[in-house]
């Protein structure tokens, strides 16, 4: 696993008026997208600030470099056994939104036993931690925490 992946959305407050409408979601305030990819110790692997227009996480998406890190051999080696089979494509832990790419990883939504139970808990705890680093940068960096100023 590379880490997890998530996009989280930070109100703009100041945002200038002719923009408000590229950077808005419906009625709701303007916004800016960063998606993000991080691991167990914090690490940002891979940090996107989606250009106006990204409505949601699938959009950013599309506009990333995220699989770059990949394709051109600069992410982490990862290796990993499943049913006595070892795998070397490096995966990321997602929530619901994205798409069932081989590369993206949700969590079981059928549980059928207590050790399915258990594995999906342990691997629902792994992908919060992007969410822990949004927490930390806006913890630490008063420029994300706060509504973003022009």
Not at 48 to 61: E, K, M
Not at 69 to 90: C, F, H, K, S, W
Request: charged share 20%; proline share 5%; hydrophobic share 40%.
């Amino acid at each position: 696993m590379v880490g997890s992946i998530d996009c989280m959305h930070w109100e703009w407050k100041n945002c200038p008026t002719p923009w408000k409408g590229q950077y808005s979601r419906g009625s709701r305030k303007p916004t800016i997208v960063l998606e993000a990819v991080a691991s167990q110790d914090l690490w940002i692997w891979h940090a996107f600030f989606g250009p106006p227009g990204t409505l949601n996480d699938i959009n950013v998406l599309e506009r990333s470099s995220v699989f770059d890190d990949i394709l051109e051999d600069r992410a982490p080696r990862v290796t990993y056994v499943v049913n006595g089979r070892q795998y070397n494509m490096a995966y990321y832990l997602t929530d619901g939104t994205y798409p069932n790419w081989a590369t993206f990883i949700q969590s079981i939504t059928l549980l059928r036993g207590r050790k399915a139970k258990l594995f999906a808990q342990f691997q629902e705890a792994c992908r919060k931690d992007v969410e822990r680093a949004f927490g930390v940068l806006q913890a630490r960096f008063a420029i994300v925490k706060n509504p973003a100023l022009f």
